[in-house]
């Protein structure tokens, strides 16, 4: 996987896709900053999911975004998505390879290297390490630090996702310990002061 270093964000979807997100969301990537959108969806069924997916994919396609799909690896099938996320619950990667090949797969690591590990030996794609803050978008259950992403960078050469309750006052802290993209959700999608685009433009 390249990194492009101008575009360090990895967007998450809000909760509940409004009919303007469309129009955020494409406002957003013209940006170039987000190298990877992820369509995470808890409460919605097969069929709809499939519908906001479709539409979210073109818009990726046109701005060269990366499109994932949390959990969901017969989603990412169905989508002919560029790849899927995985938390420690969810399907296994060996399981997830064979559905959908070559495509990129991520790996939820929490603050453990030994999942970390696990992870690699597995060949996942990128390993996405936190909370390192607390989050409004879901209850932290695992806190990271700074010392984990330097751990994590000795032991390989995967890319690194931060994750949890990031925003325009801590982003820069975790860039400068070698975090290759910052996983955002709420920051953007759930900011009363900012609108998406605006929040997206604070992030340098």
Known sequence: MRINKKKFIYLISPKKIRNSFYDDLIKILKLKKVSFFQLRLKNTN?????????????????????????????????????????????????????????????????????????????????????????????????????????????????????????NSNNYKKLLLNKANFLAISGYVWMNKKLKPLDAIKKLK
């Open 46 to 166: 097969f069929k709809n999911k499939l519908i906001i997916g479709k539409k979210i994919q073109k818009i990726c396609r046109r701005y060269k975004t990366k499109f994932l799909i949390n959990d969901d690896v017969s989603l990412a099938k169905k989508l002919d998505a560029d790849g899927c996320h995985l938390g420690q619950n969810d399907m296994n990667i060996l399981e997830a390879r064979k559905l959908i090949g070559n495509k990129i797969i991520g790996i939820t690591c929490h603050n453990s290297i030994k999942l970390a590990k696990v992870a690699i030996r597995n060949n996942a794609d990128y390993l996405a390490f936190g909370a390192f803050n607390s989050s409004i978008t879901k209850k932290v259950r695992y806190k990271a630090s700074t010392t984990l992403l330097k751990r994590a960078k000795k032991i390989t050469k995967s890319p690194i996702v931060a994750i949890g309750g990031i």
